[in-house]
């Protein structure tokens, strides 16, 4: 199993974390993303620059993706593609995407896309909390304690 990052857009809090788990268990982190991402030295956390343009870091992690690997998205539509690969998806805010609630999270997400092309003004998500990251954290633990089983 390996952990692959959707970097860029991910926040720097969750990467430490994620920096910090993939010490404690040697799992394999990969931080894909356009730009130069700085990544501490470990034989466990790398970093992946892609070309820039659009889904090209997303298109790459699929690429890369196997079974029962975890990626950490905030993307749906790279989620759902994750998923169908027979990944898990888990968002930096501390929800995992399944294939129950995928179709639904996508159905939003393309209604609330169409409200805004319209001209209807929609708030964005809410900002980053400490209980995001707590959430987060916990969900990471929890899944990588059942992968060591």
Not at 61 to 71: S, T, W
Not at 129 to 145: I, N, P, W
């Amino acid at each position: 199993m390996q952990i692959w990052v959707d970097a860029d857009a991910c926040p720097v809090v969750i990467k430490e974390i994620l920096f910090r788990a993939a010490q404690r268990t040697q799992i394999m982190t990969t931080l894909v993303a356009n730009k130069l991402l700085r990544v501490p030295p470990s034989p466990y956390i790398r970093a992946l620059q892609v070309p820039g343009g659009f889904d090209v870091a997303d298109n790459r992690i699929v690429q890369e993706v196997a079974p029962g690997d975890l990626v950490i998205t905030a993307d749906i539509p790279l989620a759902a593609q994750v998923i169908d690969r027979g990944g898990h998806a888990l968002n930096p805010r501390g929800e995992f995407y399944s294939a129950d609630n995928i179709r639904q999270r996508l159905t939003m997400r393309n209604f609330m896309e169409e409200l805004r092309s319209s001209g209807v003004d929609i708030s964005g998500p809410s900002s980053f909390s400490q209980s995001d990251r707590q959430a987060f954290a916990a969900e990471l633990d929890r899944f990588l304690a059942r992968q060591r089983t």
